[in-house]
């Protein structure tokens, strides 16, 4: 089992970056399905990235194409998400999951991860 912790958030002004950092407390080499999500007030939790390290492909929201970008570090047990040209609308919780089974994209679009970290917060101002 992996316990996954978030890190990274803070409150940046619009047009500003932010990396966001997700350690595990073992290693990440079995879970091969990494992904961020990230959940404002009111609305629900929507899926930001995703990462497949088995087959090297990556899923991004629409609204986050071209300015998010999530890698791996195995040897640091680590998945970041580097966020620039950050906006207003990308305030939210944003956590981290991790999965060792079943199709990784699928699993991005509903959600379907058996693992969660507990968030960390990013708030960009106007």
């Known amino acids: 089992q992996v316990r996954l912790v978030e890190s990274g958030g803070g409150s940046v002004q619009a047009g500003g970056s932010l990396r966001l950092s997700c350690t595990s407390s073992?290693?990440?080499?079995?879970?091969?399905?990494m992904a961020w999500f990230r959940q404002a007030p009111g609305k629900e939790r929507e899926g930001v990235a995703g990462f497949n390290s088995n087959s090297g492909e990556t899923y991004y929201a629409d609204s986050v194409r071209g300015r998010f970008t999530i890698s791996e570090d195995n040897a640091k047990n680590t998945v970041s998400l580097q966020m620039n040209s950050l906006k207003p609308e990308d305030t939210a919780m944003y956590y981290c999951a991790a999965e060792s089974s079943g199709n990784c994209y699928m699993r991005y679009l509903g959600a379907t991860f058996g693992y969660w970290g507990r968030g960390t917060q990013v708030t960009v101002s106007s």
């Open positions: 073992g290693s990440l080499t079995s879970y091969y399905c």
